[in-house]
Each structure stands twice: as structure tokens, then as C-alpha cells.
């Protein structure tokens, strides 16, 4: 069984214009730095796995089974939060499986991420499809005009349709979305990204990319179903509860980890409105159905609103002590 352990140095953008893409998937150059070397053409289709209580990404992982023709992969990834730079490193782990593997809790997953995933998700967790994305990949190497033998990246142009959970013949498309990805080789210094990173910026058709697929799927998926005027209002409102409730999951690693105060103002923002959904629509519930959940969201309003105002009082603190 192969195995593949690698930091990842990449960046993405979302791509405004389709027509983009295929402009890039014929350019022969991407700057007068930076040409781009022949076509590669790819599909894939991915499943991403996680707990029924998103274990894997309330602690920044995603756990992906790939279908590449007739070859299978299980990767591990860690998330990237928003405090890092546009081009960002992110741990992967790569694992070459069988064309029938099913996961089993941790016992028939690869030695490699057996530990990362024990820590995140427990002893035994039971796997569940989030959502299936399926890419039409072109891809490209990257090289320096000033010295054109070996390539130092790596372009991706995807074509990215999602579906909700696992994939049928009766699945609805979610989204479609375009996105361009660039990763630096191994062997290179992650300053060497940088440039290549700024040709990519500086055209107005494509937009940085802050999230991953899994996130940005999740956050489609769960606004998919739409509110229409002959359904239950109870049903109406348990779509807005998913809606914030999926923000929340995907704002807590943030939270968690990182210095940007933007993840704990779009959780606030969250439950702000899943609390103000309770209290117009929480008389078409059984009380005793959601008074734990509506208790335990004022909980999570007074945690996050110390988180706030401690930060306030350190700006206010920094202000003060910079005074002349």
C-alpha cells in the first residue's frame, strides 16, 4: 500500500467567469515570469466522510475517499483558517486503497491517519457521507521562464459539481462552481509560491478563495432546500436552524484556533439568528423538544460575548497605551 506525507503549500481562487478557465487551460503563458506547460485532463469523485457531530471538522480535518478511473485514495487534510496568507501550508496524508474499501470505524483505515483521526473523532466513530463532489480537472505545470527544465508548481482548473450526502441516480445537483488552484512543487522554498500567487490575483475575473471545497459544499448543501409557502412553519423553521447551525460548525475551528475575531463575530451572527428563530417559531414545537437547545444557545451567547468583549478591551488597551 502506497503512502504520501506532504505539507501542502497552495492557493485558491473562484473563478468569477467560466470563461476563464478554458482561457488558462489554452494560455501559454500565465506572466512574462511564468509559462505553463501542456494539458492534463482529469475526473474525480470524492467522497467526504465525517461523524454525525462533524468531529472531523470542528477540529480542522477532512477525511476524503477519491476515485481517480479505476484507482482509490483515502487523504486526511487539516483546514486552513482565515489568519493565514493567501498561499498557505496544510498538512496531507495520501493513502493508495482498495477499489471496494468501505470504512469500519478506525480499525480497516490506514496506519498513517489512524492516530490523527483517534484524536479528532474517538475510538470508534461512524462514518457518514457528507457530500459527493465531482471534478473535471485540467491541470498544468508551471514553470520559470528563467529556467524552464523543471516545473515549480502545479495549476488546477476545476469544474466542481456537488451533491448532498452520497451521490444516486436521484441526487439533485447543489452547485456548480469553477475554481483555479496552484500548488508549489516539492523541493521549493514556500516564498517561491508567492509571485505566481499575484499573477493569479491580479486578474479581476478571479476572486481569493477562502475556504475549501468541503467547506464551501457544506455551506451550498445546507441552503438547498428551499421555504415555500405550502410548507409546515416547524419544517420552515428547522432549513434556518441548519442554515446557522452549519455556520456554527463551520466558524468553531476558527474560533478555536485562530487570531482573526471574524470567526467569533460570524458565530454570534449565527446564533443571534437561530435563537431569534426559536423565539418567532419555537410556539410550533413541542417546548419540552427544543428548550435544551434554546437553553444551550443563550450559554454559547454569553461565552462568545466575553470572547468579544475581551477583545474590544485589548484594542481599546493597545490604543491607549500607543497614545502620544
Known amino acids: 500500500m502506497s503512502s504520501e506525507r506532504k505539507q501542502e503549500i497552495e492557493a485558491k481562487f473562484i ?4 470563461s476563464t478557465a478554458k482561457e488558462l487551460g ?9 509559462s505553463l506547460g501542456p494539458v492534463q485532463e482529469g475526473e474525480y469523485v470524492d467522497h467526504y466522510l465525517d461523524t454525525a457531530d462533524y468531529r472531523l471538522l470542528r477540529r480542522g480535518y477532512s477525511l476524503r475517499l477519491r476515485a481517480v478511473g479505476e484507482k482509490r485514495l483515502v487523504t486526511l487534510k487539516s483546514l486552513k483558517v482565515r489568519d493565514q496568507a493567501q498561499a498557505h501550508s496544510r498538512l496531507e496524508i495520501e493513502e493508495a486503497i482498495a477499489a471496494d474499501f468501505a470504512p469500519h470505524g478506525l480499525s480497516n483505515l490506514p496506519k ?25 480537472r485540467l491541470k498544468r505545470p508551471v514553470f520559470k521562464v528563467a529556467a524552464a527544465a523543471q516545473p515549480i508548481a502545479e495549476l488546477s482548473l476545476d469544474l ?18 469553477a475554481e483555479v488552484e496552484v500548488e ?3 523541493g521549493f522554498e514556500a516564498a517561491e509560491i508567492e509571485p505566481i500567487v499575484q499573477a493569479l490575483g491580479s486578474r479581476p475575473d478571479l476572486r481569493a478563495g477562502a475556504t475549501s471545497k468541503l467547506e464551501y459544499a457544506l455551506a451550498m448543501v445546507s441552503r438547498s432546500q428551499p421555504i415555500t409557502p405550502e410548507m409546515a412553519v416547524s419544517e420552515a423553521c428547522r432549513l434556518i436552524w441548519r442554515v446557522q447551525l452549519t455556520e456554527m460548525l463551520l466558524n468553531e475551528f476558527g474560533v478555536r484556533t485562530s487570531q482573526d475575531i471574524e470567526y ?3 458565530m454570534r451572527v449565527a446564533v443571534r439568528r437561530m435563537r431569534s428563530a426559536g423565539l418567532l417559531f419555537g410556539g410550533f414545537f413541542q417546548r419540552s ?5 434554546l437553553k444551550e444557545l443563550r450559554k454559547l451567547t454569553r461565552q462568545l460575548g466575553a470572547v468579544r468583549d475581551l477583545d474590544v478591551l485589548e484594542r ?9
Open 15 to 18: 473563478v468569477e467567469d467560466h
Open 26 to 34: 489554452v494560455a501559454q503563458a500565465l506572466s512574462d515570469l511564468y
Open 112 to 136: 498513517s491517519i489512524r492516530a490523527t483521526l483517534r484524536r479528532a473523532a474517538g475510538k470508534d466513530p461512524q462514518w457518514r457521507v457528507l457530500c459527493t463532489i465531482e471534478q473535471e
Open 160 to 177: 466542481v459539481a456537488i451533491f448532498a450526502g452520497e451521490r444516486t441516480p436521484e441526487s439533485t445537483l447543489v452547485d456548480l462552481v
Open 184 to 186: 508549489l512543487l516539492p
Open 264 to 266: 467569533v463575530h460570524a
Open 289 to 293: 423538544a427544543v428548550r435544551t437547545y
Open 316 to 324: 481599546h488597551r493597545a490604543s491607549f497605551v500607543h497614545r502620544p
